[in-house]
């Protein structure tokens, strides 16, 4: 059996991606291979099914650019980077031509698939926990030749501002060195705070998970190769010709300057093109669009599948983003009943291209197009202002709780501000004209709880931490009967407002209840278990001492509410990592609000559904700083990480009472035993 040795351990990502396609041709022709490699690039050169050493002195492949390497007028097979290599003293002739060994080398596919890990798996799952789709994965900067392959930090910024508006989805940033720009919107994530330098095996298991990688020549972009995401590659003044093998789930934005040598390449190269030297925000958003709307034929249907109309019809949500939403109810006979408008009179269906399409019409024709995706439509209005459309499935009237009103788990915006309810309670609470997230925590309270029908005569509420907050007459307006809480003067730290600086007021009870021990502690009232209506706090709860005090004060405080009692409670919000988890202040992230479902579910309470969107005006991406006195306070820098504020709507829909024990370990291990016991029964 031949052998072929090589050093290959002082190269990129990116390079390597191609060596180890190139090594097949070898391997065809019954090489025995070993390549001298890097620690971090093991996992791929098992997905290549090469031999690996680590360390030595094996025959050193330089790996160089071909000359003429600009020249598209030159054949690929004569001056693509890949192929060139093929050629270097260190390896083996072929037995073939130039010509065939590059028709062969564009048709060598590996697949990571059955490499990655479990636990790799089980990390990506964890990662991407509570992220809308479609999952965008981003890559705009490369090692080297930014001049050549990068997208400036502006650029990379805007792209990801329009993702997040012209799509429902969200956006991964690959931020491998902290260089990438981030975006302050909880469908922005970054995995290097968040998740942390990960390998290929990680990076390949994200990759399965998601719906689109848009990249720059650099090696996350090749890597894509070794699965099946779709894949857009930006490419500026370098040519994907020579510096990438044709990747048939890829598509490569490349310049019209060179038109004539693209068009000669298409049979191997799927090309989208932009006006001018370099891309534009606006080219980038168009391709990226056609690509994540781009048919699998693998996927595709055929048309006697195409459902009836009984089938489809039913209540949806009716959301056309930026602009507004509604329910509508698709009627079996074609006809739009509840949600109908002068342009939504009647919808219809048809199969165009191997996809369902929904046709909605009205005085002005078909106004809207939009193809089926699961149990949803997506597409957009085809005339006028051409916004995207979603058309979102209400499956029973359960989920009408939270489509009607605020009742949902979301975070401080300026859609909310320019809301109707807002303007409402901010009259009434006398909030002032200041855009501030502290003004909106007592308003999107007030709102869940007046939404939920839970502020009328005679029902009973609970306030924690309440301070010198005006809520507990507030709500005593109402008709209600309050219980207001607060901690012993000297546990009461970091706020601006005492309890005992509340008056009493007729329906309005005072009592000293410390939120680490509401079931009764050594100097402090207990408070009655299923007694209460409704319960709120306004950031008192990330005063508990840690993130775990946090999320146990949660759960143990829906054992003072009722059976269908719904509880209001917002928080500080992190948006990067880094923040304090333990101290007089405690920030939430990402991952606490996906766990507080998690353990809310497991106890049988009912988190309200997660509103991921953080916002896209430019109030939002206003950051306010110490000393905070800016007309805009919606996110904030402290400790250098940039924060918000977290409202969790829950509702109790049981009639469990369960105690979370003190220690995070206990009350996670009692939590799980009472969930198997319930399970069971």
């Given at each position: 059996?031949?052998?072929?040795?090589?050093?290959?351990?002082?190269?990129?990502?990116?390079?390597?991606?191609?060596?180890?396609?190139?090594?097949?041709?070898?391997?065809?022709?019954?090489?025995?291979?070993?390549?001298?490699?890097?620690?971090?690039?093991?996992?791929?050169?098992?997905?290549?099914?090469?031999?690996?050493?680590?360390?030595?002195?094996?025959?050193?492949?330089?790996?160089?650019?071909?000359?003429?390497?600009?020249?598209?007028?030159?054949?690929?097979?004569?001056?693509?980077?890949?192929?060139?290599?093929?050629?270097?003293?260190?390896?083996?002739?072929?037995?073939?031509?130039?010509?065939?060994?590059?028709?062969?080398?564009?048709?060598?596919?590996?697949?990571?698939?059955?490499?990655?890990?479990?636990?790799?798996?089980?990390?990506?799952?964890?990662?991407?926990?509570?992220?809308?789709?479609?999952?965008?994965?981003?890559?705009?900067?490369g090692t080297n030749w930014h001049e050549r392959k990068s997208l400036s930090t502006e650029l990379a910024f805007?792209?990801?501002?329009?993702?997040?508006?012209?799509?429902?989805?969200?956006?991964?940033?690959?931020?491998?060195?902290?260089?990438?720009?981030?975006?302050?919107?909880?469908?922005?994530?970054?995995?290097?705070?968040?998740?942390?330098?990960?390998?290929?095996?990680?990076?390949?298991?994200?990759?399965?998970?998601?719906?689109?990688?848009?990249?720059?020549?650099?090696?996350?972009?090749?890597?894509?190769?070794?699965?099946?995401?779709?894949?857009?590659?930006?490419?500026?003044?370098?040519?994907p010709v020579r510096v990438c093998l044709p990747n048939p789930n890829a598509t490569y934005l490349i310049s019209?300057?060179?038109?004539?040598?693209?068009?000669?390449?298409?049979?191997?190269?799927?090309?989208?093109?932009?006006?001018?030297?370099?891309?534009?925000?606006?080219?980038?958003?168009?391709?990226?669009?056609?690509?994540?709307?781009?048919?699998?034929?693998?996927?595709?249907?055929?048309?006697?599948?195409?459902?009836?109309?009984?089938?489809?019809?039913?209540?949806?949500?009716?959301?056309?983003?930026?602009?507004?939403?509604?329910?509508?109810?698709?009627?079996?006979?074609?006809?739009?009943?509840?949600?109908?408008?002068?342009?939504?009179?009647?919808?219809?269906?048809?199969?165009?291209?191997?996809?369902?399409?929904?046709?909605?019409?009205?005085?002005?024709?078909?106004?809207?197009?939009?193809?089926?995706?699961?149990?949803?439509?997506?597409?957009?209005?085809?005339?006028?202002?051409?916004?995207?459309?979603?058309?979102?499935?209400?499956?029973?009237?359960?989920?009408?709780?939270?489509?009607?009103?605020?009742?949902?788990?979301?975070?401080?915006?300026?859609?909310?501000?320019?809301?109707?309810?807002?303007?409402?309670?901010?009259?009434?609470?006398?909030?002032?004209?200041?855009?501030?997230?502290?003004?909106?925590?007592?308003?999107?309270?007030?709102?869940?709880?007046?939404?939920?029908?839970?502020?009328?005569?005679?029902?009973?509420?609970?306030?924690?931490?309440?301070?010198?907050?005006?809520?507990?007459?507030?709500?005593?307006?109402?008709?209600?009967?309050?219980?207001?809480?607060?901690?012993?003067?000297?546990?009461?730290?970091?706020?601006?407002?005492?309890?005992?600086?509340?008056?009493?007021?007729?329906?309005?009870?005072?009592?000293?209840?410390?939120?680490?021990?509401?079931?009764?502690?050594?100097?402090?009232?207990?408070?009655?278990?299923?007694?209460?209506?409704?319960?709120?706090?306004?950031?008192?709860?990330?005063?508990?001492?840690?993130?775990?005090?946090?999320?146990?004060?949660?759960?143990?405080?829906?054992?003072?509410?009722?059976?269908?009692?719904?509880?209001?409670?917002?928080?500080?919000?992190?948006?990067?990592?880094?923040?304090?988890?333990?101290?007089?202040?405690?920030?939430?992230?990402?991952?606490?609000?996906?766990?507080?479902?998690?353990?809310?579910?497991?106890?049988?309470?009912?988190?309200?559904?997660?509103?991921?969107?953080?916002?896209?005006?430019?109030?939002?991406?206003?950051?306010?700083?110490?000393?905070?006195?800016?007309?805009?306070?919606?996110?904030?820098?402290?400790?250098?990480?940039?924060?918000?504020?977290?409202?969790?709507?829950?509702?109790?829909?049981?009639?469990?009472?369960?105690?979370?024990?003190?220690?995070?370990?206990?009350?996670?291990?009692?939590?799980?035993?009472?969930?198997?016991?319930?399970?069971?029964?």
């Amino acid at each position: 059996m031949p052998e072929l040795r090589i050093k290959f351990d002082r190269h990129g990502l990116g390079d390597c991606v191609h060596f180890a396609h190139a090594l097949q041709l070898y391997k065809r022709r019954g090489y025995d291979i070993t390549v001298q490699a890097e620690e971090n690039k093991l996992f791929l050169w098992k997905v290549a099914g090469v031999n690996i050493v680590q360390g030595g002195d094996l025959p050193d492949h330089p790996y160089l650019y071909p000359p003429g390497f600009d020249d598209l007028t030159q054949p690929d097979c004569e001056t693509n980077k890949v192929a060139f290599g093929l050629r270097h003293e260190t390896m083996p002739p072929l037995d073939v031509s130039p010509e065939q060994a590059w028709e062969e080398l564009c048709n060598v596919r590996l697949s990571a698939h059955d490499f990655i890990p479990r636990e790799a798996h089980a990390e990506a799952e964890a990662f991407l926990e509570g992220l809308p789709r479609p999952i965008i994965c981003f890559h705009s900067r490369g090692t080297n030749w930014h001049e050549r392959k990068s997208l400036s930090t502006e650029l990379a910024f805007d792209v990801i501002l329009q993702l997040l508006d012209q799509t429902s989805g969200s956006v991964v940033v690959l931020d491998y060195d902290r260089r990438a720009p981030m975006v302050g919107d909880a469908r922005c994530k970054g995995i290097k705070p968040t998740w942390g330098h990960i390998g290929v095996d990680r990076l390949c298991a994200l990759y399965e998970r998601s719906d689109l990688m848009i990249g720059v020549d650099s090696g996350p972009f090749h890597v894509a190769a070794l699965t099946n995401i779709k894949t857009l590659g930006i490419f500026r003044s370098l040519h994907p010709v020579r510096v990438c093998l044709p990747n048939p789930n890829a598509t490569y934005l490349i310049s019209t300057n060179h038109i004539h040598a693209w068009d000669i390449r298409r049979h191997k190269w799927a090309f989208s093109t932009y006006d001018g030297t370099d891309p534009t925000l606006a080219a980038i958003t168009d391709a990226v669009i056609s690509t994540l709307t781009m048919r699998d034929p693998a996927m595709e249907i055929r048309e006697e599948h195409l459902p009836t109309m009984n089938e489809v019809s039913g209540r949806y949500i009716y959301r056309r983003k930026a602009y507004d939403e509604r329910e509508m109810e698709l009627l079996p006979d074609g006809r739009i009943g509840e949600g109908a408008a002068g342009c939504e009179q009647r919808w219809s269906l048809r199969f165009s291209d191997g996809a369902i399409l929904i046709d909605i019409s009205g005085k002005n024709g078909i106004i809207c197009s939009a193809s089926r995706i699961g149990d949803g439509f997506y597409g957009q209005w085809t005339q006028f202002e051409k916004m995207p459309v979603e058309l979102i499935r209400i499956r029973d009237k359960q989920d009408l709780i939270y489509t009607s009103g605020l009742f949902s788990t979301r975070f401080t915006t300026a859609r909310d501000f320019a809301s109707p309810w807002y303007a409402v309670w901010k009259d009434r609470l006398s909030l002032g004209d200041r855009i501030h997230r502290k003004g909106w925590e007592i308003a999107s309270v007030c709102e869940t709880l007046s939404s939920a029908g839970v502020l009328k005569v005679g029902n009973a509420g609970i306030g924690f931490g309440v301070g010198s907050e005006l809520l507990p007459t507030v709500f005593a307006g109402f008709g209600c009967r309050i219980l207001a809480t607060d901690a012993l003067p000297e546990s009461w730290k970091n706020t601006t407002g005492r309890f005992y600086d509340v008056n009493q007021s007729n329906g309005v009870e005072i009592r000293v209840v410390d939120m680490n021990a509401i079931n009764g502690g050594e100097l402090t009232a207990s408070i009655e278990e299923s007694a209460f209506d409704f319960s709120w706090s306004i950031c008192s709860m990330d005063h508990c001492g840690s993130t775990w005090l946090t999320k146990r004060f949660l759960l143990n405080q829906m054992n003072c509410l009722k059976p269908g009692g719904i509880s209001a409670h917002t928080a500080e919000y992190s948006i990067g990592v880094g923040m304090p988890r333990v101290g007089d202040t405690v920030w939430f992230t990402w991952d606490d609000i996906v766990d507080v479902r998690h353990l809310m579910t497991a106890l049988g309470y009912e988190l309200a559904p997660i509103d991921w969107f953080c916002g896209d005006s430019i109030e939002d991406h206003m950051i306010d700083e110490s000393p905070y006195v800016g007309r805009v306070h919606i996110k904030c820098e402290a400790l250098g990480q940039w924060g918000t504020c977290v409202l969790f709507a829950a509702k109790k829909v049981t009639s469990n009472v369960f105690w979370v024990p003190f220690d995070e370990e206990d009350g996670r291990a009692a939590i799980a035993d009472f969930q198997r016991s319930h399970s069971q029964t």
